[in-house]
C-alpha cells in the first residue's frame, strides 16, 4: 500500500520561520529542520533566510555532499502542493510622490500659488502707488 503524502502550502511552509520551528521546502519537498538547526555546519541563518521559498538553487549553491542529502530525506515531512498558489503578495498601494527636484517644486508652487500672486501683486500696487506720488 503507498504511503500518503501530506501536501503543504508554500503560505504553510512560510509560517514556519523561527529558530524554535523552522521548514524549508528545497525542490517542491518541505523539510522540519527545527530539531537540525544547532547542528548545521553553516548555521541556523540560513534556514531562516531561506523561509517561503523554494531554496533549491541555495541548497546547490552550497555543494552539500551525499550524505548530507541523506541525512536531509530524513526531515522530509511532506511535498508542496503546486496546485495552491504561492504566497499572495501585498499589494503595496503608495501616495504617487514627484521624484525629482524640479516636479517638487513644481508641485509645490502650484499647491500654494496664492503666495506669489499675492506677493507680485502687491509689489505692483506699491510700484503703482510709488510711481505716483513721488513722480509728480
Known amino acids: 500500500m503507498p504511503t500518503l503524502t501530506k501536501l503543504y502550502t508554500m503560505q504553510e511552509a512560510s509560517e514556519h520561520n523561527t529558530k524554535d520551528d523552522c521548514w524549508v521546502v528545497i525542490d517542491g519537498k518541505v523539510y522540519d529542520v527545527t530539531t537540525y538547526l544547532d547542528e548545521h555546519p553553516g548555521g ?7 523561509t517561503g521559498k523554494d531554496a533549491a538553487d541555495e541548497f546547490e549553491d552550497a555543494g552539500h555532499s551525499k550524505s548530507a542529502r541523506e541525512l536531509m530525506e530524513t526531515f522530509c515531512i511532506g511535498e508542496l502542493d503546486l496546485s495552491s498558489p504561492a504566497i499572495p503578495e501585498l499589494e503595496i498601494v503608495k501616495k504617487k510622490q514627484p521624484t525629482d527636484l524640479a516636479q517638487k517644486l513644481m508641485d509645490t508652487t502650484m499647491q500654494y500659488w496664492a503666495v506669489p500672486v499675492s506677493v507680485v501683486g502687491i509689489s505692483v500696487v506699491v510700484g503703482f502707488l510709488y510711481l505716483r506720488l513721488f513722480m509728480h
Do not use: G, L, N, S
Not at 541556523?44 to 531561506?50: A, K, P, R, S, T
Open 44 to 50: 541556523d541563518d540560513v534556514f531562516i533566510e531561506v
